[in-house]
Every structure is written in C-alpha cells, then in structure tokens.
C-alpha cells in the first residue's frame, strides 16, 4: 500500500469514517505485528507529538474491545502505558517509514521544577530529575539498548531482555544491566559520579575494565578527578524521593540544600554567614506544587533567618 494510501486509510481509522473492511484491516495488522522485533522511530518530532494521542489512545481503544474471540490481556495502568507508546511507535513505523532512514538522535530534557516520567520503546520506564537530560538514538531497540545521561539523574526501570543488554554511559563510565532497577547521578560540576541499584544486579566499566558489579542495595561512587571508587550502600528513602516529586531534607548541611536547590529549581543559593552554614536543615516539599520562593520562606521562618532575591541567586544573611 502507498504511504499516501496509508495515511488516508490511518486518518479515516482515527475519526470512525473507516468501514467494516478498513477497520478489519488495521485490526488485523496490529495483531501480527511481532513487536519483539525492533522498530524504528520517527524522524519528526512535531509528527510525533501531534498524533501520538489520537494513534495510542484510539488503536489501544478499538482493539479492547475487539469482539469476542479475540483474546485481550488485562494491563495495570502502568502496563498501558507502556503498550499505548508501544502501538505508537509501531503504527508509526508502519505508516510512516517505507524505507530505511539514517540514525537521528532524540534529546529529551526535565524542566527545572519539572519531573519527567519516560516510556522507551522497549518499555523500559525512566524517571528523569528536574534539569537532567538523556540522549538516545534511533538505533535503540534495534541491535542494542544504548543510551547516554548528558547530564543529571536518572532513575531507570529496565525491562529484561537477555538478547540486547541496557548501557546507559555517563561521562567516562558505562552502566550495564539486562532488566533492573536502578539510579545513576552525573551532574558535570559534582565531584563523582554515582550508581545506585535497587533491585538486580548491574555492571559498572571505563573504557579499560569492569569496575565493579553491584547487587541491591549498593551504591558505587567513581571520583572524577582521580578515578578513584568506592561501594558503600544508600538510604533509598532520602536518595529516590525526588522520583516521587519530592525534595526531601533530612538534616540536609547548607551545601545539600543549595545543590538541591540549583539542580532542581536552577537557582543559586549562597551566604557568608557562617552559622547559617552550620546550620542542618529538615522540610518536606512536593515540587511539582511548591515554588523555590515558597521553600526559601518556610525555611527562613524556621530557622530565624532572612533572605534576599536578585535573578536567579539566593542570598541568606
């Protein structure tokens, strides 16, 4: 079928002008696409977010109810949505890619004060901390499961698949897992980068060796400067609270406050007041609801203190 045929058959389908014979053909197809194979992304971003709704949700609606005889799989929320970017990113290989096309790469940045939850192809789900920023290309999902951490944190949910291993790279060091969960924190003005594993096993590499293998529970934190590491283990309530959109200060020094404060909110925080560096500090926040002005003011009121704003820095005295 020509492309032209086929975006006119799709738009049909999208607005319930298709008939008997048309939505049997799209239902067919859906249905015998072997989706363990790999697929191919769009080139158009625009494209893509201008039609991903009306594909995920109409496709994913019609074949629910299918009528009987056809089996259906019950999916918990998280489950569908997985499968709604899965039906996008086939339909979209199928009406949109008659042929080959070279390798593009996919950018994709958390606002500051923004978290940003991800599907990728595979269904591997990604939490993305406010400022942090992932590249991949669209390669992924074909021979491999290659992405890069630009910049940021991460938190990752890896759907297993023995066949293509997950790699993520940050800076100079390469993640590798088969299907787990785990975080990894690479801000380029921290002196380390830090890998945490909740669940499952991953491997850590330079470009020479394994460094280290890490079960549930550890934490490897690799120094920049001197390629020192080390494998400790990790308060995962306090370390993971931002994926739940928290910030969480649990007698946090006046440094962690301020690094939490640029990385999730892009300000500045400083003093010269040495007591007010002294200070520890404990709050709850939800970012998504709370403002830098608003966190900046409770803490102020709770610790006697006063503060000044000028652009995007924070002075407290």
């Known amino acids: 079928m020509k492309l032209h045929n086929r975006l006119k058959l799709l738009r049909h389908y999208l607005l319930g002008k298709a008939n008997e014979d048309q939505r049997r ?10 989706d363990s194979k790999p697929i191919e992304l769009w080139e158009e971003e625009g494209k893509r ?14 074949i629910n109810n299918h009528p009987a005889g056809r089996k259906v799989v019950p999916m918990g929320s998280r489950l569908l949505a997985a499968a ?42 990604v939490w993305l901390k406010s400022g942090t920023t992932l590249r991949y290309s669209s390669q992924y999902g074909r021979q491999n499961r290659r992405l890069e951490l630009v910049e940021g944190e991460a938190f990752f949910e890896v759907q297993k698949d023995v066949s293509r291993p997950f790699i993520v790279k940050s800076g100079k060091l390469e993640t590798k897992v088969l299907g787990t969960a785990f975080n990894i924190q690479a ?8 890998v945490w594993v909740q669940t499952g096993r991953v491997q850590v590499s330079d470009s020479l060796q394994v460094l280290t293998e890490l079960s549930k529970g550890k934490r490897f934190q690799w120094d920049r400067a001197d390629g020192q590491s080390r494998v400790d283990s990790l308060n995962w309530k ?26 999730i909110y892009g300000v500045e925080l400083t003093t010269s007041n040495a007591d007010i560096r002294d200070l520890h500090y404990d709050a709850k926040f939800f ?8 966190i900046i003011t409770t803490l102020a009121e709770v610790h006697g203190i006063r503060y000044r704003l000028h652009g995007k820095t924070i002075t407290l005295y």
Request: with cysteine.
């Open 238 to 263: 306090q370390a993971l609270a931002w994926q739940q959109g928290i910030l969480l200060l649990e007698s946090a020094t006046f440094s962690e406050l301020a690094f939490e404060l640029k990385e």
């Open 49 to 62: 977010s201008a039609i991903k709704g009306m594909i995920q949700l109409q496709i994913l609606e019609r």
């Open 287 to 294: 970012i998504h609801t709370t403002s830098v002005n608003d």
């Open 25 to 34: 053909l799209v239902d067919d197809w859906y249905h015998s696409v072997d």
């Open 84 to 125: 709604c970017i899965v039906a996008l990113l086939i339909s979209a290989s199928w009406f949109f890619l008659a042929n080959r096309h070279p390798t593009t790469y996919f950018t994709i940045t958390a606002p500051f004060g923004e978290i940003k939850q991800l599907v990728l192809p595979d269904s591997t789900l």
């Open 187 to 194: 801000y380029s003005n921290r002196p380390s980068i830090q």
